[in-house]
């Protein structure tokens, strides 16, 4: 998987791929005759499918399109997604094109055709699939209704119109229930990365989760407990490059330095260490992190305003960078204008928020460049089947014992002292905890606006002034804030529940095909 089959994809499948779902196979059907002739050359179109499956900027930014984080920067495509005002023509982030999905089809059309092992062929088909469904649900996520295209097109047929969204939802469920046996349960040597019966079950379960169907995705995730994943003992170094493919991933993007490498992590440090400060976390996320003795910053005699950073959950310095502190061999200082390291937020390639994300870039010595690396990018893990078992469970209302042993597991790992009984005792305590533990968990991990699309919560958490940390001093010897009362204050967001829990189809699609129909409101 990490080899130079990537150098090679490019000639082969990429070059003549199209944005716009309208385009037929950028394969031309003399190219095929020609190609599909051996096992090898199988074997090299399925690497050609999992080119730009997904990214690392992907995970780490999608955040910004929630209440999680900010990004200061309009032209990334995520901020005019999170503050309400994208329009047609200015959509954001588009997920909307079909060329990927014409590479899978091209794939699935003609795996049929070389002289191969059969069970590699079923298991290549399967990996495949797999993608095609991936590439689904998100399309289905973020659109609502879209085309369900299965097959290539030709271009006299390509103008398909929207199918409903509960009919993608259902292909994607029956797709990845279908191929999930033909995977392989775990991969050694190169072939680590590719997709696994686990990727495929996880994704099932969160398409059911998505989609309500709490006792299916229970079931889900009981099948994944099954399959030999555990949690990485220590939360923090979960995202080190030292310890990546360790037994909490389920699925990644992996990347080779100087061949197919991570470019973007140099986007997340602080100016003063060379980083672009592109993803600015809020002080909503900030502040749902409890404090040490496993109760609410509202609830905690440990929770001092002045200090707001100390005796807090330890994944909230493991995955924020906050002012004051250590990182880098100096303390961080984005709240006072005289700070000689150059990070106060005011200025151009600043954090808007004063906060950081840590996670990835704890220690930028693991990387003898950060805009190069092999550092994999995690898209699927253990701890969020944990999570999506415990809610399924909540949700059920079959509050057991179990429910308690695996957020407790979660907690024990991050250092959290284990869940009160006590005071988690009915179905609305469970859920408020099941909801915050998932939101800091995954923090900056790319979920959190599907959660707040699936729990209809958009209009309490999205509209109004987003809010980053209080302004004043950092010691530069000892960290210690002296803070005002003075907080900062970014964008003003809006938010209409009757159009924005989904995204504007660009009107470039529009534009190219009458049978599409644009999202209410836009």
Excluded at 414 to 443: F, H, I, P, S, W
């Amino acid at each position: 998987m990490r080899n130079i089959i990537y150098s090679i994809i490019g000639a082969l499948f990429l070059s003549a791929c199209s944005s716009d779902f309208l385009e037929r196979n950028p394969l031309d059907q003399p190219s095929n005759e020609g190609f599909w002739n051996t096992e090898k050359d199988a074997v090299a179109a399925a690497m050609g499918c999992y080119d730009g499956w997904f990214s690392m900027t992907e995970v780490i930014s999608l955040d910004c399109a929630s209440d999680n984080a900010h990004d200061p920067f309009p032209w990334e495509g995520w901020s005019v997604q999170a503050s309400g005002y994208a329009t047609p023509s200015d959509p954001g982030t588009d997920y909307f094109g079909y060329s990927k999905m014409v590479r899978y089809n091209n794939f699935l059309e003609n795996i049929h055709r070389p002289e191969m092992d059969d069970a590699l062929r079923t298991r290549l088909t399967a990996e495949v699939r797999f993608l095609r469904a991936w590439d689904y649900f998100w399309k289905v996520l973020f659109y609502g209704d879209i085309p369900l295209v299965k097959e290539v097109l030709p271009i006299t047929d390509a103008n398909k119109p929207r199918n409903p969204k509960e009919e993608v939802i259902q292909f994607i469920l029956d797709e990845l229930t279908e191929i999930a046996p033909q995977l392989e349960i775990k991969y050694t040597g190169n072939d680590v990365g590719r997709v696994t019966r686990g990727a495929a079950l996880t994704l099932k379960a969160r398409m059911l989760l998505y989609n309500n169907q709490y006792a299916d995705c229970l079931k889900a995730c009981e099948e994944i407990m099954k399959l030999g994943y555990s949690l990485f003992p220590d939360y923090r170094g979960l995202f080190r490059i030292s310890n990546k493919n360790n037994q909490e991933i389920i699925m990644d993007v992996q990347y080779v330095e100087n061949l197919y490498s991570n470019e973007t992590l140099g986007i997340l440090p602080p100016a003063s260490s060379g980083g672009w400060c592109s993803i600015n976390p809020t002080q909503s996320l900030v502040d749902v992190y409890e404090c040490i003795d496993g109760k609410t910053i509202g609830e905690s005699p440990l929770y001092d305003p002045d200090q707001p950073y100390q005796n807090r959950d330890p994944r909230l310095s493991a995955s924020i960078l906050c002012p004051g502190d250590l990182y880098e061999g100096k303390y961080y200082d984005p709240i006072d204008q005289n700070d000689p390291n150059g990070d106060y937020y005011a200025p151009y390639g600043r954090s808007k928020t004063g906060y950081l994300v840590r996670k990835y870039v704890d220690n930028l010595g693991d990387y003898a460049d950060m805009w190069n690396t092999a550092m994999n990018a995690i898209v699927m893990r253990y701890a969020e089947v944990l999570l999506m078992y415990a809610e399924c469970k909540v949700e059920l209302g079959e509050i057991d014992a179990s429910v308690y042993d695996v957020l407790n597991e979660l907690r024990d790992r991050a250092g959290m002292r284990e869940v009160d009984k006590t005071v988690y005792a009915t179905q609305a305590k469970m859920r408020e905890l099941v909801r915050r533990e998932r939101r800091v968990e995954l923090a900056l991990e790319g979920l959190r606006w599907f959660d707040v699309c699936r729990w209809k919560i958009g209009e309490e958490v999205m509209p109004g002034q987003v809010y980053g940390c209080r302004l004043g001093t950092v010691d530069p010897v000892t960290g210690k804030l002296a803070l005002t009362e003075e907080r900062i204050k970014t964008e003003v967001r809006i938010f209409d529940p009757a159009k924005h829990y989904l995204w504007p189809i660009p009107q470039t699609t529009i534009d190219a095909a009458s049978e599409i129909k644009q999202n209410p409101g836009y």
